[in-house]
């Protein structure tokens, strides 16, 4: 099956730094790459998510890059803020195939 | 509408009782799912049903048994569960489709504490 791998598993960063974490796979059948925000006590939010077509895909902030033959995709956030903190996870999935696999997660602390 | 709503938003129950989950979409979706999740873990696949068949179990204990009425409501029924159930239980959906996989949408989850 697939395993994801998710580093770092804890990030602090300065308010208005960039934050990245990065996602390795080991199926190379994924095809599909969404990133997931959850808050405490909430559940996980979909933030973004990028296909094995596209290379990079941005929405304001956040952006997101895959390179197939690496078998890596990263989650990149740029000037953070303090609503920002949370935990991330990426996960992985292939194609018509009702099963993503998760990663380990990322705390994510941006200090004011 | 892309919400997925989750019922009890907390439940605590004893060992002996017989309790139920309930998640409900109406986003057309014909995936749903039951995911587990442990404290700094990530959510953790138990079921998913596909078109209100259940189409993945993934090996879960009998003493909690899924169920799709229709395709908007999902339930999750718990009997004689130990301590080490306690956990966030959170539903999520999907669309299927014959093209490519379907965003994940989780609900809010129901925070699960077993005395």
């Known amino acids: 099956g697939e395993n994801v791998e998710q580093h770092p598993s804890t990030l602090s960063v300065q308010e208005g730094d960039s934050a990245v974490i990065k996602c390795t796979y080991s199926?190379?059948?994924?095809?599909?790459f969404p990133w997931y925000k959850q808050e405490l006590g909430k559940g996980p939010q979909l933030i973004i998510d990028?296909?094995?077509?596209?290379g990079e895909k941005k929405d304001q902030r956040i952006a997101v890059t895959l390179n197939k033959t690496a078998k890596h995709f990263s989650l990149h956030i740029t000037e953070t803020q303090p609503e920002d903190s949370a935990v991330y996870f990426c996960a992985a999935s292939k194609y018509n195939f009702n099963k993503f696999y998760f990663g380990s997660g990322t705390k994510l602390n941006v200090k004011p | 509408d892309t919400e997925v709503t989750q019922t009890p938003k907390h439940l605590v129950m004893g060992m002996t009782n017989k309790k139920s989950l309930k998640c409900e979409q109406h986003m057309g979706h014909r995936a749903m799912y039951w995911y587990k999740q442990k404290a700094k873990k990530p959510p953790e696949l138990m079921f998913v049903y596909s078109y209100e068949k259940l189409s993945i179990n993934e090996s879960v204990p009998s003493r909690f048994s899924p169920e799709c009425p229709n395709s908007s409501l999902l339930n999750l029924h718990l009997h004689a569960l130990q301590p080490e159930d306690s956990a966030l239980y959170l539903c999520?959906?999907?669309?299927?489709?014959?093209?490519?996989?379907?965003?994940?949408?989780f609900g809010e989850g129901s925070r699960l504490t077993v005395l």
């Open positions: 199926d190379s059948a994924s095809n599909y």
């Open positions: 999520a959906s999907s669309q299927v489709s014959g093209r490519s996989t379907g965003e994940l949408f």
């Open positions: 990028i296909r094995s077509n596209v």
